[in-house]
Protein backbone atom coordinates (compact mmCIF):
# COMPACT_ATOMS: atom_id res chain seq x y z
CA UNK A 1 0.00 0.00 0.00
CA UNK A 2 1.21 3.44 -0.95
CA UNK A 3 1.96 6.13 1.84
CA UNK A 4 -0.71 8.06 -0.08
CA UNK A 5 -3.33 5.31 -0.14
CA UNK A 6 -2.15 4.64 3.77
CA UNK A 7 -3.25 8.31 4.33
CA UNK A 8 -6.60 8.26 3.14
CA UNK A 9 -7.12 4.67 4.64
CA UNK A 10 -6.50 6.07 7.99
CA UNK A 11 -8.87 9.55 7.73
CA UNK A 12 -11.79 6.90 5.65
CA UNK A 13 -11.31 5.34 9.31
CA UNK A 14 -11.98 8.39 11.54
CA UNK A 15 -14.27 10.14 9.15
CA UNK A 16 -17.56 9.58 10.15
CA UNK A 17 -17.07 7.74 13.28
CA UNK A 18 -17.00 10.72 15.90
CA UNK A 19 -19.73 10.65 17.94
CA UNK A 20 -21.53 7.68 16.08
CA UNK A 21 -22.48 4.62 18.00
CA UNK A 22 -20.06 1.92 18.69
CA UNK A 23 -19.73 -0.77 16.43
CA UNK A 24 -21.12 -4.37 16.93
CA UNK A 25 -18.27 -6.54 17.48
CA UNK A 26 -18.45 -10.33 16.37
CA UNK A 27 -15.55 -12.61 17.31
CA UNK A 28 -15.68 -16.25 15.32
CA UNK A 29 -13.44 -19.16 16.31
CA UNK A 30 -12.65 -22.04 14.80
CA UNK A 31 -11.00 -24.94 16.38
CA UNK A 32 -7.78 -26.87 15.43
CA UNK A 33 -8.25 -25.10 12.01
CA UNK A 34 -5.08 -25.58 9.68
CA UNK A 35 -3.38 -22.56 7.61
CA UNK A 36 -3.81 -24.60 4.45
CA UNK A 37 -7.85 -25.99 5.16
CA UNK A 38 -9.72 -22.81 3.59
CA UNK A 39 -9.28 -20.83 1.00
CA UNK A 40 -8.72 -17.54 2.82
CA UNK A 41 -4.96 -18.23 2.77
CA UNK A 42 -4.76 -21.97 1.94
CA UNK A 43 -6.00 -24.14 -0.95
CA UNK A 44 -7.48 -22.55 -3.46
CA UNK A 45 -8.70 -25.71 -5.09
CA UNK A 46 -12.65 -25.29 -6.72
CA UNK A 47 -13.90 -28.26 -3.81
CA UNK A 48 -11.71 -25.73 -0.79
CA UNK A 49 -13.06 -22.59 -2.46
CA UNK A 50 -16.84 -24.36 -2.90
CA UNK A 51 -16.85 -25.09 0.87
CA UNK A 52 -15.26 -22.04 2.23
CA UNK A 53 -16.72 -19.44 0.04
CA UNK A 54 -18.97 -17.45 2.50
CA UNK A 55 -15.77 -16.68 5.00
CA UNK A 56 -13.55 -16.02 1.97
CA UNK A 57 -15.76 -13.33 1.00
CA UNK A 58 -15.78 -11.85 4.31
CA UNK A 59 -12.02 -11.88 3.99
CA UNK A 60 -11.81 -10.28 0.53
CA UNK A 61 -14.36 -7.43 1.54
CA UNK A 62 -11.58 -7.56 4.98
CA UNK A 63 -7.92 -7.33 6.20
CA UNK A 64 -6.40 -10.01 6.31
CA UNK A 65 -3.98 -10.75 9.18
CA UNK A 66 -1.11 -12.82 8.00
CA UNK A 67 0.73 -12.63 11.62
CA UNK A 68 -1.74 -13.33 14.09
CA UNK A 69 -0.86 -15.86 16.66
CA UNK A 70 -2.66 -17.73 19.30
CA UNK A 71 -1.17 -20.29 21.78
CA UNK A 72 -0.17 -24.02 20.68
CA UNK A 73 -3.65 -25.51 21.83
CA UNK A 74 -6.63 -24.77 22.88
CA UNK A 75 -7.67 -23.05 26.08
CA UNK A 76 -5.03 -20.69 26.71
CA UNK A 77 -6.34 -19.34 23.37
CA UNK A 78 -9.37 -18.51 24.85
CA UNK A 79 -8.54 -17.98 28.21
CA UNK A 80 -6.42 -14.98 26.47
CA UNK A 81 -9.60 -13.78 24.20
CA UNK A 82 -11.79 -13.44 27.14
CA UNK A 83 -8.91 -11.94 30.02
CA UNK A 84 -6.44 -9.91 27.29
CA UNK A 85 -3.53 -11.41 29.21
CA UNK A 86 -1.29 -13.65 27.64
CA UNK A 87 -0.97 -17.50 28.54
CA UNK A 88 1.71 -16.19 30.89
CA UNK A 89 -0.99 -14.67 33.18
CA UNK A 90 -3.26 -17.37 33.21
CA UNK A 91 -1.39 -21.09 32.64
CA UNK A 92 -0.44 -23.05 29.35
CA UNK A 93 -2.49 -26.19 30.14
CA UNK A 94 -5.97 -27.23 29.31
CA UNK A 95 -8.86 -26.15 32.05
CA UNK A 96 -10.58 -29.09 33.81
CA UNK A 97 -13.79 -28.28 34.56
CA UNK A 98 -13.57 -27.29 37.65
CA UNK A 99 -10.66 -25.11 36.74
CA UNK A 100 -10.13 -21.75 38.23
CA UNK A 101 -7.61 -20.59 35.64
CA UNK A 102 -9.66 -17.15 35.07
CA UNK A 103 -8.72 -14.90 38.35
CA UNK A 104 -12.61 -13.94 39.47
CA UNK A 105 -10.96 -10.47 40.14
CA UNK A 106 -10.52 -9.71 36.20
CA UNK A 107 -12.76 -8.22 34.23
CA UNK A 108 -13.80 -10.51 31.22
CA UNK A 109 -13.77 -8.58 28.04
CA UNK A 110 -17.87 -9.06 28.14
CA UNK A 111 -18.12 -7.60 31.05
CA UNK A 112 -15.92 -4.39 29.80
CA UNK A 113 -18.17 -4.21 26.79
CA UNK A 114 -21.33 -4.46 29.03
CA UNK A 115 -19.95 -1.73 31.30
CA UNK A 116 -20.47 0.33 28.21
CA UNK A 117 -23.80 -0.98 26.99
CA UNK A 118 -23.45 -4.19 25.27
CA UNK A 119 -25.08 -6.92 25.22
CA UNK A 120 -23.19 -10.10 24.98
CA UNK A 121 -23.96 -13.77 23.60
CA UNK A 122 -21.63 -16.71 23.78
CA UNK A 123 -22.52 -19.61 21.88
CA UNK A 124 -20.22 -22.86 21.37
CA UNK A 125 -17.06 -24.23 22.99
CA UNK A 126 -16.09 -23.25 26.66
CA UNK A 127 -13.17 -25.00 28.45
CA UNK A 128 -11.88 -21.42 30.42
CA UNK A 129 -12.67 -23.55 33.70
CA UNK A 130 -15.46 -23.44 35.48
CA UNK A 131 -14.75 -23.93 39.14
CA UNK A 132 -17.38 -21.90 40.77
CA UNK A 133 -20.83 -20.69 39.05
CA UNK A 134 -18.64 -16.93 38.77
CA UNK A 135 -16.72 -18.78 36.31
CA UNK A 136 -19.97 -19.32 33.87
CA UNK A 137 -19.98 -17.05 31.00
CA UNK A 138 -23.84 -16.19 32.01
CA UNK A 139 -22.43 -14.71 35.31
CA UNK A 140 -19.52 -12.38 33.54
CA UNK A 141 -20.95 -10.13 31.29
CA UNK A 142 -22.98 -12.71 28.60
CA UNK A 143 -26.68 -11.58 29.63
CA UNK A 144 -28.25 -11.97 25.86
CA UNK A 145 -27.14 -15.57 26.16
CA UNK A 146 -24.76 -18.28 26.63
CA UNK A 147 -25.17 -21.85 25.17
CA UNK A 148 -21.92 -24.02 25.39
CA UNK A 149 -20.46 -26.97 26.59
CA UNK A 150 -17.68 -26.90 29.40
CA UNK A 151 -15.30 -29.52 27.92
CA UNK A 152 -12.87 -29.85 25.54
CA UNK A 153 -14.31 -32.14 23.44
CA UNK A 154 -16.67 -35.23 22.61
CA UNK A 155 -19.45 -35.94 20.24
CA UNK A 156 -21.00 -32.93 18.42
CA UNK A 157 -24.66 -34.70 18.88
CA UNK A 158 -24.30 -35.08 22.69
CA UNK A 159 -22.22 -33.50 23.90
CA UNK A 160 -23.84 -32.09 27.64
CA UNK A 161 -24.32 -27.95 26.58
CA UNK A 162 -25.01 -25.22 29.67
CA UNK A 163 -27.67 -22.75 29.19
CA UNK A 164 -26.93 -19.93 31.28
CA UNK A 165 -26.77 -21.47 34.77
CA UNK A 166 -28.77 -24.46 34.32
CA UNK A 167 -28.10 -27.74 32.03
CA UNK A 168 -29.65 -26.78 28.01
CA UNK A 169 -31.51 -29.76 28.69
CA UNK A 170 -31.93 -33.14 30.59
CA UNK A 171 -30.43 -36.13 29.84
CA UNK A 172 -33.90 -37.61 28.26
CA UNK A 173 -35.24 -34.07 26.58
CA UNK A 174 -31.69 -33.65 24.60
CA UNK A 175 -32.05 -33.53 20.92
CA UNK A 176 -28.70 -34.32 20.25
CA UNK A 177 -28.45 -31.43 17.63
CA UNK A 178 -25.14 -31.21 15.73
CA UNK A 179 -22.85 -28.43 17.26
CA UNK A 180 -22.17 -26.44 14.38
CA UNK A 181 -26.01 -25.96 13.79
CA UNK A 182 -27.25 -25.37 17.15
CA UNK A 183 -24.59 -23.07 17.86
CA UNK A 184 -25.34 -21.04 14.18
CA UNK A 185 -28.84 -21.10 14.59
CA UNK A 186 -28.97 -19.27 18.44
CA UNK A 187 -26.42 -16.90 16.99
CA UNK A 188 -28.53 -15.89 14.03
CA UNK A 189 -31.83 -15.92 16.02
CA UNK A 190 -29.93 -13.61 18.33
CA UNK A 191 -29.17 -11.24 15.73
CA UNK A 192 -32.74 -11.19 14.51
CA UNK A 193 -34.12 -10.90 18.15
CA UNK A 194 -31.65 -8.10 18.87
CA UNK A 195 -32.53 -4.39 19.50
CA UNK A 196 -30.10 -2.80 17.13
CA UNK A 197 -29.98 0.93 18.94
CA UNK A 198 -28.07 -1.36 21.54
CA UNK A 199 -24.32 -2.38 20.47
CA UNK A 200 -24.19 -6.45 20.31
CA UNK A 201 -21.12 -8.31 21.41
CA UNK A 202 -21.49 -12.38 20.11
CA UNK A 203 -18.34 -14.39 20.90
CA UNK A 204 -19.22 -17.89 18.47
CA UNK A 205 -16.17 -20.50 19.29
CA UNK A 206 -17.21 -23.32 17.03
CA UNK A 207 -16.30 -27.06 18.21
CA UNK A 208 -15.49 -27.54 14.29
CA UNK A 209 -13.43 -28.65 13.45
CA UNK A 210 -11.99 -30.83 16.46
CA UNK A 211 -11.78 -34.53 16.44
CA UNK A 212 -14.00 -36.35 16.27
CA UNK A 213 -14.77 -35.56 13.31
CA UNK A 214 -18.02 -35.83 13.06
CA UNK A 215 -19.64 -35.01 10.01
CA UNK A 216 -22.65 -32.87 9.82
CA UNK A 217 -26.40 -34.89 9.45
CA UNK A 218 -26.85 -36.25 5.80
CA UNK A 219 -23.31 -35.38 4.79
CA UNK A 220 -20.51 -37.23 3.79
CA UNK A 221 -16.98 -36.77 3.13
CA UNK A 222 -16.76 -36.56 -0.47
CA UNK A 223 -14.51 -34.92 -3.37
CA UNK A 224 -10.57 -35.33 -3.42
CA UNK A 225 -8.09 -34.52 -1.07
CA UNK A 226 -5.94 -31.83 -2.59
CA UNK A 227 -3.93 -32.16 0.85
CA UNK A 228 -7.49 -31.26 2.82
CA UNK A 229 -9.06 -34.09 4.83
CA UNK A 230 -12.32 -34.69 2.96
CA UNK A 231 -13.96 -34.68 6.90
CA UNK A 232 -12.23 -31.69 7.71
CA UNK A 233 -13.46 -29.74 4.42
CA UNK A 234 -17.16 -31.38 4.66
CA UNK A 235 -17.26 -30.04 8.70
CA UNK A 236 -15.94 -26.43 7.57
CA UNK A 237 -18.28 -26.29 4.75
CA UNK A 238 -20.92 -26.43 7.72
CA UNK A 239 -19.25 -23.96 9.15
CA UNK A 240 -19.41 -21.51 6.63
CA UNK A 241 -22.64 -22.19 5.85
CA UNK A 242 -23.61 -20.31 9.04
CA UNK A 243 -21.39 -17.70 8.56
CA UNK A 244 -22.98 -16.74 5.18
CA UNK A 245 -26.32 -17.15 7.27
CA UNK A 246 -25.23 -14.83 9.89
CA UNK A 247 -23.90 -12.18 8.22
CA UNK A 248 -27.34 -12.12 6.26
CA UNK A 249 -29.36 -11.66 9.01
CA UNK A 250 -26.75 -8.66 9.85
CA UNK A 251 -27.72 -7.13 6.80
CA UNK A 252 -30.69 -8.06 6.61
CA UNK A 253 -31.34 -6.25 10.67
CA UNK A 254 -29.60 -3.38 9.09
CA UNK A 255 -26.40 -3.99 11.87
CA UNK A 256 -23.98 -4.95 9.28
CA UNK A 257 -22.69 -1.41 8.34
CA UNK A 258 -21.78 -1.21 11.67
CA UNK A 259 -20.19 -4.30 12.47
CA UNK A 260 -16.64 -5.24 13.15
CA UNK A 261 -16.19 -9.14 12.79
CA UNK A 262 -13.48 -11.13 13.60
CA UNK A 263 -12.48 -14.68 12.56
CA UNK A 264 -9.51 -16.73 13.75
CA UNK A 265 -8.87 -20.29 15.23
CA UNK A 266 -7.89 -21.35 18.18
CA UNK A 267 -4.08 -22.92 17.16
CA UNK A 268 -3.66 -24.41 13.94
CA UNK A 269 -4.35 -27.82 12.50
CA UNK A 270 -4.13 -30.89 14.69
CA UNK A 271 -1.79 -33.47 13.03
CA UNK A 272 -1.52 -36.98 13.17
CA UNK A 273 0.62 -38.31 16.02
CA UNK A 274 2.78 -40.35 13.70
CA UNK A 275 3.55 -40.04 10.28
CA UNK A 276 3.19 -40.78 7.50
CA UNK A 277 -0.56 -39.96 7.51
CA UNK A 278 -2.78 -38.34 5.22
CA UNK A 279 -5.33 -37.14 8.25
CA UNK A 280 -6.35 -34.68 10.31
CA UNK A 281 -5.50 -30.54 9.83
CA UNK A 282 -3.06 -29.50 6.88
CA UNK A 283 -0.69 -26.14 7.98
CA UNK A 284 1.14 -26.12 4.62
CA UNK A 285 3.34 -24.32 4.32
CA UNK A 286 3.86 -23.62 8.05
CA UNK A 287 6.24 -26.05 9.98
CA UNK A 288 4.53 -28.53 12.79
CA UNK A 289 0.81 -28.42 13.72
CA UNK A 290 -1.07 -28.02 16.89
CA UNK A 291 0.89 -28.85 20.21
CA UNK A 292 3.71 -27.67 18.66
CA UNK A 293 6.06 -24.78 19.32
CA UNK A 294 6.48 -23.98 15.64
CA UNK A 295 4.49 -21.60 13.27
CA UNK A 296 1.91 -23.99 11.77
CA UNK A 297 0.91 -24.26 15.46
CA UNK A 298 0.54 -20.78 16.98
CA UNK A 299 -0.46 -18.99 13.59
CA UNK A 300 -3.60 -19.13 12.41
CA UNK A 301 -5.50 -17.64 9.74
CA UNK A 302 -6.78 -14.69 11.07
CA UNK A 303 -9.64 -11.27 9.18
CA UNK A 304 -11.47 -8.84 10.19
CA UNK A 305 -14.70 -7.72 7.98
CA UNK A 306 -17.66 -6.26 8.07
CA UNK A 307 -18.94 -2.95 7.06
CA UNK A 308 -17.12 -1.05 10.27
CA UNK A 309 -13.86 -1.70 8.22
CA UNK A 310 -12.71 1.64 5.78
CA UNK A 311 -13.89 0.69 2.57
CA UNK A 312 -10.01 2.05 1.68
CA UNK A 313 -8.75 -0.92 3.31
CA UNK A 314 -11.19 -3.73 1.76
CA UNK A 315 -9.30 -6.52 -0.20
CA UNK A 316 -5.98 -5.95 2.01
CA UNK A 317 -3.33 -7.59 3.86
CA UNK A 318 -1.51 -6.79 6.94
CA UNK A 319 1.79 -8.13 8.14
CA UNK A 320 2.25 -6.77 11.55
CA UNK A 321 2.42 -9.21 14.69
CA UNK A 322 -0.76 -9.37 16.41
CA UNK A 323 -2.14 -11.51 19.30
CA UNK A 324 -5.30 -12.94 20.29
CA UNK A 325 -5.29 -10.85 23.51
CA UNK A 326 -4.78 -7.62 21.82
CA UNK A 327 -8.37 -7.93 20.60
CA UNK A 328 -10.04 -7.11 24.53
CA UNK A 329 -8.36 -3.87 24.54
CA UNK A 330 -8.90 -3.16 20.59
CA UNK A 331 -12.55 -3.63 21.55
CA UNK A 332 -12.42 -1.85 24.69
CA UNK A 333 -11.13 1.14 23.03
CA UNK A 334 -13.94 0.69 20.04
CA UNK A 335 -16.34 0.70 22.72
CA UNK A 336 -15.36 3.84 24.52
CA UNK A 337 -13.98 1.97 27.49
CA UNK A 338 -11.96 3.36 29.44
CA UNK A 339 -10.32 1.02 31.66
CA UNK A 340 -8.70 -1.24 29.20
CA UNK A 341 -5.99 -2.70 31.03
CA UNK A 342 -8.11 -3.72 34.14
CA UNK A 343 -5.21 -2.90 36.62
CA UNK A 344 -4.88 -4.17 39.98
CA UNK A 345 -5.26 -1.47 42.75
CA UNK A 346 -2.02 -2.80 44.29
CA UNK A 347 0.95 -2.67 40.87
CA UNK A 348 3.45 -5.52 40.76
CA UNK A 349 6.89 -5.22 41.86
CA UNK A 350 9.49 -5.28 39.49
CA UNK A 351 10.93 -8.56 38.77
CA UNK A 352 14.52 -9.52 40.06
CA UNK A 353 16.51 -12.08 37.61
CA UNK A 354 18.91 -12.45 40.44
CA UNK A 355 15.89 -13.95 42.66
CA UNK A 356 13.67 -15.71 40.38
CA UNK A 357 10.93 -17.13 42.82
CA UNK A 358 10.19 -13.60 44.09
CA UNK A 359 6.93 -13.32 43.80
CA UNK A 360 6.48 -10.00 42.12
CA UNK A 361 2.64 -9.81 43.28
CA UNK A 362 3.70 -10.15 46.40
CA UNK A 363 0.53 -12.99 47.47
CA UNK A 364 -1.63 -9.83 47.62
CA UNK A 365 -5.27 -9.86 47.05
CA UNK A 366 -5.26 -6.67 45.16
CA UNK A 367 -2.81 -7.41 43.36
CA UNK A 368 -2.67 -9.16 39.21
CA UNK A 369 -0.94 -8.92 35.63
CA UNK A 370 -2.79 -6.10 33.85
CA UNK A 371 -4.29 -6.66 30.36
CA UNK A 372 -1.20 -7.67 27.91
CA UNK A 373 -2.61 -7.21 24.67
CA UNK A 374 -2.52 -3.77 22.95
CA UNK A 375 -5.02 -2.02 21.16
CA UNK A 376 -4.67 -2.24 17.30
CA UNK A 377 -7.03 -1.02 15.54
CA UNK A 378 -4.87 2.42 14.47
CA UNK A 379 -2.35 0.32 13.45
CA UNK A 380 -5.15 -1.78 11.40
CA UNK A 381 -6.88 1.26 9.31
CA UNK A 382 -3.61 2.73 8.76
CA UNK A 383 -2.94 0.03 7.01
CA UNK A 384 0.67 0.04 8.80
CA UNK A 385 2.44 -3.35 10.10
CA UNK A 386 2.76 -2.56 13.73
CA UNK A 387 4.81 -5.25 15.39
CA UNK A 388 5.91 -4.84 19.43
CA UNK A 389 9.63 -4.91 20.24
CA UNK A 390 9.12 -8.47 21.49
CA UNK A 391 6.23 -10.88 21.42
CA UNK A 392 5.90 -13.99 23.99
CA UNK A 393 3.84 -16.85 22.64
CA UNK A 394 4.83 -19.89 25.22
CA UNK A 395 7.72 -19.87 27.97
CA UNK A 396 9.77 -21.71 24.73
CA UNK A 397 8.92 -19.16 22.42
CA UNK A 398 9.59 -15.68 21.70
CA UNK A 399 9.60 -13.19 18.30
CA UNK A 400 11.80 -10.08 18.20
CA UNK A 401 9.85 -7.38 16.06
CA UNK A 402 7.68 -9.44 13.85
CA UNK A 403 10.99 -11.25 12.52
CA UNK A 404 13.42 -12.88 14.80
CA UNK A 405 12.33 -15.68 16.58
CA UNK A 406 13.73 -18.19 18.96
CA UNK A 407 12.24 -21.74 20.04
CA UNK A 408 14.18 -22.89 22.75
CA UNK A 409 12.30 -26.43 23.09
CA UNK A 410 9.41 -27.66 22.50
CA UNK A 411 6.81 -27.47 25.55
CA UNK A 412 7.04 -29.73 28.47
CA UNK A 413 4.70 -33.11 28.88
CA UNK A 414 3.59 -31.84 31.98
CA UNK A 415 1.15 -29.16 30.28
CA UNK A 416 0.43 -31.49 27.91
CA UNK A 417 1.17 -35.49 26.58
CA UNK A 418 0.62 -34.90 23.35
CA UNK A 419 3.36 -35.10 21.53
CA UNK A 420 4.45 -32.70 19.03
CA UNK A 421 5.41 -32.48 15.46
CA UNK A 422 8.72 -31.60 14.42
CA UNK A 423 7.83 -31.37 10.13
CA UNK A 424 6.33 -30.00 7.29
CA UNK A 425 2.87 -31.09 5.88
CA UNK A 426 3.27 -30.66 2.06
CA UNK A 427 0.22 -29.53 -0.20
CA UNK A 428 -0.82 -32.75 -0.92
CA UNK A 429 -1.01 -34.25 2.84
CA UNK A 430 2.10 -35.65 3.25
CA UNK A 431 4.93 -35.27 5.72
CA UNK A 432 8.87 -34.31 5.76
CA UNK A 433 10.39 -34.92 8.84
CA UNK A 434 12.20 -32.03 10.50
CA UNK A 435 13.58 -34.63 13.43
CA UNK A 436 13.06 -36.87 15.66
CA UNK A 437 11.52 -35.45 19.24
CA UNK A 438 14.69 -35.39 21.64
CA UNK A 439 16.55 -35.77 19.24
CA UNK A 440 19.71 -34.20 17.72
CA UNK A 441 18.97 -31.21 16.41
CA UNK A 442 17.50 -27.71 17.67
CA UNK A 443 13.92 -26.72 19.05
CA UNK A 444 13.10 -30.78 19.41
CA UNK A 445 13.79 -31.01 23.20
CA UNK A 446 10.43 -32.33 25.06
CA UNK A 447 10.26 -34.98 27.98
CA UNK A 448 14.52 -34.53 27.96
CA UNK A 449 14.45 -30.92 29.99
CA UNK A 450 17.97 -31.31 31.14
CA UNK A 451 19.54 -29.69 28.09
CA UNK A 452 18.06 -27.01 25.20
CA UNK A 453 19.52 -26.31 22.06
CA UNK A 454 17.52 -23.43 20.46
CA UNK A 455 16.43 -22.26 17.51
CA UNK A 456 16.76 -19.01 16.43
CA UNK A 457 14.92 -18.09 12.98
CA UNK A 458 14.78 -15.49 10.53
CA UNK A 459 10.80 -15.38 9.88
CA UNK A 460 11.15 -12.57 7.36
CA UNK A 461 12.96 -14.60 4.77
CA UNK A 462 12.26 -18.31 6.22
CA UNK A 463 8.50 -18.61 7.42
CA UNK A 464 9.38 -22.55 7.12
CA UNK A 465 11.49 -22.58 9.94
CA UNK A 466 14.10 -24.40 8.01
CA UNK A 467 17.53 -22.62 8.66
CA UNK A 468 18.68 -22.24 12.43
CA UNK A 469 20.44 -19.25 12.13
CA UNK A 470 21.66 -19.68 16.19
CA UNK A 471 25.18 -20.57 15.72
CA UNK A 472 25.78 -17.66 13.42
CA UNK A 473 23.90 -15.14 15.27
CA UNK A 474 24.84 -15.40 18.99
CA UNK A 475 24.66 -12.13 19.87
CA UNK A 476 20.94 -12.07 19.28
CA UNK A 477 20.33 -15.59 20.10
CA UNK A 478 21.24 -14.55 23.99
CA UNK A 479 19.12 -11.23 23.45
CA UNK A 480 15.95 -12.94 22.75
CA UNK A 481 16.78 -16.00 25.25
CA UNK A 482 17.79 -13.60 27.97
CA UNK A 483 13.98 -11.18 26.89
CA UNK A 484 12.26 -14.99 27.26
CA UNK A 485 13.49 -15.16 30.58
CA UNK A 486 13.12 -12.59 31.95
CA UNK A 487 9.49 -12.02 30.87
CA UNK A 488 8.82 -15.07 32.51
CA UNK A 489 9.11 -14.27 35.61
CA UNK A 490 6.06 -12.34 35.44
CA UNK A 491 3.90 -15.62 35.63
CA UNK A 492 1.05 -15.34 37.20
CA UNK A 493 -1.48 -18.24 38.06
CA UNK A 494 -5.10 -17.32 38.80
CA UNK A 495 -5.55 -16.80 42.96
CA UNK A 496 -9.10 -16.03 42.54
CA UNK A 497 -10.65 -15.60 47.04
CA UNK A 498 -12.42 -18.00 48.84
CA UNK A 499 -15.33 -15.44 49.07
CA UNK A 500 -15.27 -14.86 44.94
CA UNK A 501 -15.51 -18.83 44.50
CA UNK A 502 -18.28 -19.60 47.03
CA UNK A 503 -18.64 -22.50 49.24
CA UNK A 504 -17.14 -25.92 47.69
CA UNK A 505 -19.21 -28.88 48.67
CA UNK A 506 -18.47 -31.26 45.81
CA UNK A 507 -20.82 -34.06 47.05
CA UNK A 508 -23.81 -31.63 47.22
CA UNK A 509 -22.84 -30.20 43.59
CA UNK A 510 -22.78 -33.48 41.71
CA UNK A 511 -26.42 -33.72 43.45
CA UNK A 512 -27.58 -30.43 42.14
CA UNK A 513 -26.55 -31.15 38.73
CA UNK A 514 -28.20 -34.78 38.75
CA UNK A 515 -30.88 -33.20 39.85
CA UNK A 516 -31.44 -30.49 36.96
CA UNK A 517 -29.86 -33.08 34.62
CA UNK A 518 -32.29 -35.97 35.69
CA UNK A 519 -29.28 -38.20 34.72
CA UNK A 520 -25.71 -38.87 35.99
CA UNK A 521 -22.59 -37.27 34.89
CA UNK A 522 -23.51 -33.28 33.99
CA UNK A 523 -20.29 -31.51 34.27
CA UNK A 524 -21.14 -28.43 36.36
CA UNK A 525 -19.30 -26.29 38.73
CA UNK A 526 -18.46 -27.43 41.74
CA UNK A 527 -18.59 -23.96 44.02
CA UNK A 528 -21.31 -21.61 44.60
CA UNK A 529 -24.20 -23.91 43.53
CA UNK A 530 -27.24 -23.39 44.85
CA UNK A 531 -28.86 -25.16 47.89
CA UNK A 532 -24.88 -25.82 48.39
CA UNK A 533 -23.59 -23.32 50.86
Not at 5 to 32: E, K, N, Q, S
Not at 198 to 221: E, G, I, R, S
Not at 275 to 281: D, E, I, L, T
Not at 372 to 391: E, F, H, K, M, N
Request: glycine share 12%.
Amino acid sequence: MTLRAMMAAALCACAGRVGAAPPHLVFILADDLGWHDTSVFGDQSRETRAATANMTALADDGVRLSHHYVHWHCSPTRRSFVSGRLPLHHGEGLSAIDGDDLDLRWRWVSEMLADEGYVGHWYGKGHTGYKSMQHLPANRGFAGGSVLYLTGAGSYYTLARMNGTEPWYTQETAPHQYSTDLFGSLAVSAVEAHDATKPMFLYLPWQAVHTPYDLPPHCDAAGPSNGVDPKIRTMIKDVDRWVGALTAALKKKGMYDNTLIVFSSDNGGAAPNSMPKSGGGNNYPLRGAKHSNWQGGMRTQTFVSGGYVPTGLRGTTNGGTYHVADWYPTFCKLAGGERCDDASPVKPLPVDPADPSKDIYQGDAACWPSVDGRDIWGALTSGAASVPAYQWLSREVMIKEGRYKIVVAQFSPDVAMSPPMSGWRQKDGTWVSGGKIDGPGCGLAFKNRTHFTPCLFDLENDEREEHDLAASNPDLLRELWGQLNVTQLTQFLSRSPASLVGPCKLACAARHWEDVYEGSGFPGPVCGVPGCT
